[in-house]
């Protein structure tokens, strides 16, 4: 009995030992996994990326003048900009942001009916794009202070008239985290905003798994890419990377939509899978101001809300603006 009761409590420990060793093997590979999709999903954001950077438009392209100028994020980082004057009496200030991969001189068709509605325009370089420094990237959060900044520049020139906030994509994401933190802004314009960074992951993921369209290589990334998990290890390693923690959600968006007090204008393109239209609701639906309005342009997709449609982009903003600023006084 003895002999039996020390053979059954070998084997105990053996199969203990086996299970430990495989639950090792278990959460070893899973760190490997979840690690290096992390690494992979930020290593577009991190970096010299020469996509961020060049230029071959200005101002002049567009029958506009202005000047570059050097201003700073509120952490410090140096970001240049076009201070792009109103053609006639300014009614107010309006600062716009691009979207990802892009440049200020993307937002210059913007600028052009803005100026020639009655707007001063200033046109920033977000961080690591264009002209302004850093290495990386966030879904908006980092952004958000490049934006704040460029608000303190306004300030400093001596500008009195309204500060308006206008933004595309990330861009549009930045523009609404500086309006829960500023208040010195007017208005807030959001163009293709989403709720969340990791909402913007999945569905970027979901499109490109699904597209027959795309090579087989990509999409199985991007189907990997989607399971459970991937966006709080993304975060993990963009913190371990840069220092900076965006959350699970890669930046709630919402979380700052329901600071806002000010008119705020969403826009939203129907063909749009990146931010899909209902995406854009959750958002405005988190702000308390009544003065809140959605248009959508149909046939648009993530970009190309305003070359689309242009008449009625510019209507849409022009008639935004004209709504929720003060009215200018005779003299």
């Given amino acids: ?17 086996l299970l430990w060793r495989w639950g090792l093997a278990l959460v070893s590979c899973a760190i490997v996994f979840y690690g290096i999709a992390g690494y992979l999903c930020t290593a577009s954001q991190i970096g010299e990326n020469p996509r961020w950077r060049g230029m071959n438009r200005g101002p002049q392209d567009f029958g506009l003048t202005g000047d570059v100028v050097s201003l700073h994020s509120t952490d410090g980082i140096s970001l240049k900009g076009w201070w792009l004057p109103s053609q006639g009496r300014a009614r107010a200030n309006v600062i716009i942001a691009h979207g990802v991969d892009h440049t200020r001189q993307v937002m210059l068709p913007r600028a052009s009916f803005l100026v020639r509605g009655g707007y001063n325009v200033l046109a920033i370089d977000l961080r690591g794009h264009g002209e302004s420094a850093a290495q ?74 699904s597209s027959s369209g795309m090579n087989t290589a ?21 913190y371990a990377r840069t220092g900076i923690w965006l959350g699970p959600d890669l930046v709630n968006v919402v979380s700052y939509a329901a600071r806002i007090r000010v008119p705020i204008l969403f826009i939203s393109g129907t063909r749009d899978w990146i931010v899909p239209t209902d995406q854009v609701r959750r958002v405005m639906a988190a702000v308390p101001s009544p003065l809140k309005s959605l248009i959508t342009i149909p046939d ?13 982009y510019q209507g849409a903003v022009l008639k935004f603006l004209d709504g929720s600023l003060p009215k200018q006084r005779e003299h």
């Avoid at 002999?3 to 409590?9: E, K, Q, T, V, Y």
């Avoid at 648009?300 to 009625?312: K, N």
């Fill in 218 to 238: 990509l999409r199985t990334v991007a189907f990997i890419a989607r399971c459970p998990g991937i966006p709080t290890a993304a975060s993990l390693v963009y």
């Fill in 136 to 209: 990386y990237a966030s879904p908006g959060y980092l952004e958000s202070r490049d934006v704040l900044g460029a608000i303190q520049y306004v300030h400093e020139r001596g500008e009195h008239d309204p500060i308006v906030l206008l933004g595309l994509s990330y861009g549009a994401a930045a523009v609404v985290l500086a309006a829960a933190q500023s208040e010195d802004v007017a208005a807030v314009i959001a163009d293709g905003v989403y709720p969340s960074g990791a909402d913007v992951f999945e569905n970027i993921n979901r499109g490109i798994a």
């Fill in 1 to 17: 009995m003895a002999d039996a009761a020390l053979i059954a409590s070998r084997s105990d420990r053996r199969r203990h030992a």
């Fill in 300 to 312: 648009a997709q993530h970009d190309t809300t305003f070359s689309t449609a242009p008449a009625l």
